[in-house]
Nanobody
Framework: QVQLVESGGGLVQAGGSLRLSCAASGRIFSINAMGWYRQAPGKQRELVAAITGGGSTNYADSVKGRFTISRDNAKNMVYLQMNSLKSEDTGVYYC??????????????????WGQGTQVTVSS
């Protein structure tokens, strides 16, 4: 299994910045894509940003130019730098990882894993 622990959420005024971090641990062989999703009250969870193992990135149109995703493969961590925050960025932010883990013996399996979420609140 893989454990993902997010940190860095909080309350910020509109126009401010926050940096989210997510640390992955467990019986990890390798991590493929990592990403950040968010869920606002009454809405479905949506992709905010994703990054492949090679560093290719993908962003939701609503955050392009304001958010930057990055990762440290050596530390199994992913980050989300959020600038020029807006009230509509409010929600619970979840870290996601598609990882290959060790099973018994030398077998491996691939799966999607989620963190517990961190609240981001942007006041206008």
């Amino acid at each position: 299994q893989v454990q993902l622990v997010e940190s860095g959420g909080g309350l910020v005024q509109a126009g401010g910045s926050l940096r989210l971090s997510c640390a992955a641990s467990g019986r990890i062989f390798s991590i493929n894509a990592m990403g950040w999703y968010r869920q606002a009250p009454g809405k479905q969870r949506e992709l905010v940003a994703a990054i492949t193992g090679g560093g290719s990135t993908n962003y939701a149109d609503s955050v392009k130019g304001r958010f930057t995703i990055s990762r440290d493969n050596a530390k199994n961590m992913v980050y989300l730098q959020m600038n020029s925050l807006k009230s509509e960025d409010t929600g619970v932010y979840y870290c996601n990882a598609n990882a290959v883990i060790w099973r018994s013996g030398s077998s491996r399996s691939t799966g999607d894993y989620w963190g517990q979420g961190t609240q981001v609140t942007v006041s206008s």
